[in-house]
């Protein structure tokens, strides 16, 4: 069989070989960008809601010569870490050609969405976080807390680091851990209040109920807003959301699931609120941060196009280093 054909099956281990995080934020960047140029499909999320959790299909196609879909199912369990020992997010990618629709690759989907995630905020942070920005602080000690952290670190010159959570023992954890990996200085907090120091705040947990309110956010400040990637989920009160200037990754999908959804069913803004996309940021069609004094905001509710981007360049680098397993598809 050519090196090439049958179905290649990548594993956890091996999607976190073949990725490094930079590759995941050329990736993300150049999807957004090719969405802007119309060389990308990117329908809204479908999702099913279950007692304990849910499942999301996202899906997305990249166009041209060597034009990829990707469709991503995920199930979404918070209790999982405590109650059954699994990770919160599990799920897989499946990739296929965009040109004939040969099933090219399936592959685990955790690094990706980890990853994938962090790399828009990076993105984000880039043009709505102040150059001079040097103190952040994540609200959530999950996966998605150490990953956020190291996505502002690679937008800004970060000098300090808060970690808070609502679960005290795991914002330790994760300073200790972020401590050595960022080599600055990283503490846990007891109290949310203490985002008031800070120029940059992530909001990345499974809360149902937004949590952070206008007078813990000073002027000039930077949030993005990860959590809320279902229509349960809320980390941002409505009155915040309309004194911040917003960037969202998709306005539909925002509004649907996104801290947006609760902005709009709240009546504190409108769809018309939101200043752009990140694609519009990036390309420049819209400007990012206008002023030193403004609270900027980017709802990050997760797209399919950041998927199929990423999924891509894996399958791309997996096929050079022959890395995988190959299935025959009759």
């Known amino acids: 069989m050519p090196a090439n054909e049958g179905l290649l099956i990548l594993s956890r281990a091996d999607v976190a070989r073949l990725m490094d995080y930079a590759g995941y934020v050329d ?11 119309g060389q990308a499909v990117a329908p809204p999320a479908a999702a099913i809601h279950l007692p304990e959790g849910s499942f999301h299909a996202k899906g997305a196609a990249l166009l041209g ?13 918070p209790g999982n870490p405590i109650s059954n020992g699994l990770p919160t997010v599990q799920g897989v990618i499946y990739l296929a050609d965009a040109r004939n629709g040969r099933p090219l690759a399936v592959m685990d989907s955790i690094e990706v969405t980890i990853n994938r995630t962090g790399a828009a905020t990076t993105l984000a942070a880039r043009h709505l976080a ?16 150490r990953i956020q952290a190291r996505a502002i670190a690679a937008a800004l010159a970060l000098q300090r680091l808060s970690i808070w ?10 300073a200790h851990q972020l401590s050595r990996e960022l080599q600055i200085d990283v503490h846990a907090s007891e109290k949310l209040a203490t985002t008031l120091e800070s120029d940059v705040i992530v909001t990345c947990t499974s809360a149902r109920q937004a949590f952070l309110t206008p007078e813990l956010v000073r002027p000039g400040t930077f949030i993005a807003a990860v959590g809320a990637d279902n229509s349960d989920k809320q980390e941002i009160d409505p009155s915040l959301y309309a004194a911040s200037l917003v960037v969202v990754d998709s306005l539909e999908q925002a509004a649907e699931i996104g801290d947006l959804h609760h902005a709009l069913v709240a009546g504190a803004v409108s769809l018309g609120h939101v200043h752009a996309t990140l694609g519009e940021v990036l390309t420049g069609r819209r400007a990012g941060r206008g002023s030193a004094e403004a609270i900027t905001l980017f709802d990050s509710t997760g797209m399919g196009l950041q998927d199929v981007a990423a999924a891509a360049e894996i399958y791309r680098r997996a096929c050079a280093a022959d890395v995988g397993t190959r299935l025959v598809v009759n």
Request: net charge negative.
């Open 27 to 37: 990736a993300v960047e150049a999807a957004f960008l090719a969405a802007m140029d």
């Open 65 to 77: 010569d060597a034009g990829t879909v990707a469709i991503k199912l995920n199930g979404n369990f």
């Open 130 to 145: 102040r150059p001079e920005a040097k103190v952040a602080t994540i609200c959530g000690a999950g996966v998605q807390g």
């Open 165 to 174: 959570d609502i679960r005290p023992d795991a914002a330790v954890r994760l």
